[in-house]
């Protein structure tokens, strides 16, 4: 176990456990490591060590976790901080409020939509904004609805047919008899005789 990480330590360690697989270096092809400098440093990091034992490795690359959430964080970076705060707005509007949340579970219900919370986003996780975002799009009739009340009345008929909300009637025609109302095909109502 390594308890100081400096690379000729890590060397060391690493020619062991080759030579505990009775491999040697030479026959490494490559190798992932993180992109701190003890391990990418071109003069005195793990890198450097290894290319003396194996000039012949291929380009060595860093750690496959911390190239994509690099490269998260580029795809985030032309929008700033607004898809964040956008998703953690809605988060802390809904999620943290019992009252809200249960309204919003209802928008949910009545569109016949799972019920589905908001993930929280963590401003130190990019790659879990996908997760974050995906939420967001999976849920967003039922935000629709939710928010629908502060869009200016300009832009409202820019959110009324979204193609998941269901249809509803824009006539309907009410008669009672005996109390007792069904309704037709075409979105109005029928009356059946109490029975």
């Known amino acids: 176990m390594v308890n100081v990480a400096t690379a000729p330590i890590l060397m060391e360690e690493l ?22 400098a003890v391990m990418r440093g071109k003069k005195g990091g793990v890198e450097a060590y290894a290319r003396k034992e194996n000039p012949c490795l291929l380009d060595i690359s860093g750690d496959t976790v911390h ?8 795809l985030l970076n032309p929008f700033g901080t ?10 802390y509007d ?18 016949h939509k799972p019920q589905k919370s908001l993930v929280r986003p963590i401003s130190s996780r990019f790659l879990q904004m996908l997760d974050v975002c995906n939420r967001v799009d999976e849920v967003m009739d039922a935000l629709v609805v939710y928010y629908y009340h502060f869009i200016p009345p300009d832009e409202e008929h ?3 047919s979204s193609p998941n909300i269901p249809k509803f009637p824009q006539k309907t025609s009410i008669r009672e008899t005996n109390g007792a109302l069904t309704s037709r095909r075409d979105g109005g109502f029928d009356q059946r005789a109490a029975q």
């Open 82 to 91: 607004e898809v964040q705060d956008f998703c953690s707005d809605i988060y």
């Open 158 to 160: 820019n959110y009324r």
């Open 15 to 36: 020619g062991d456990i080759l030579a505990s697989y009775k491999l040697e270096w030479k026959q490494v092809i490559s190798i992932l490591m993180d992109n701190c």
């Open 67 to 74: 190239m994509v959430s690099n490269s998260a964080k580029a």
């Open 94 to 111: 809904i999620e943290k409020s019992p009252k809200q949340k249960d309204i919003f579970s209802e928008y949910q219900s009545l569109l």
